[in-house]
């Protein structure tokens, strides 16, 4: 889905697998006081990996067949 979203729109995506919880909180930290938002594209099997790549309070939005949609809450200031 990354192929797709680089390639039909303006964001930039971020593969969740080459993330680790510090460069996570890193990569956050900077984005999010500049407005940043983040979104996760997930397959359903790819849900319990990709919580303990980039942890957070993730809000389930929806799916489309085996796709599902996750938006990350704003951390707290």
């Known amino acids: 889905m990354s192929g797709a979203?680089?390639?039909y729109t303006t964001l930039t995506p971020?593969?969740?697998?080459?993330?680790?919880?510090?460069?996570?909180?890193?990569?956050?930290?900077?984005?999010?006081?500049a407005g940043g938002r983040w979104f996760a594209?997930?397959?359903k099997h790819e849900v319990?990996?990709?919580?303990?790549?980039?942890?957070?309070?993730?809000?389930?939005?929806?799916?489309?067949?085996?796709v599902t949609l996750w938006q990350l809450e704003p951390a707290i200031r």
């Open 41 to 43: 594209l997930l397959m």
């Open 5 to 7: 979203l680089r390639y």
């Open 48 to 66: 319990p990996d990709a919580a303990t790549h980039v942890p957070g309070p993730w809000t389930f939005l929806g799916e489309s067949g085996s």
């Open 14 to 33: 971020v593969r969740w697998e080459v993330l680790d919880p510090e460069r996570w909180g890193t990569l956050r930290a900077r984005t999010e006081p």
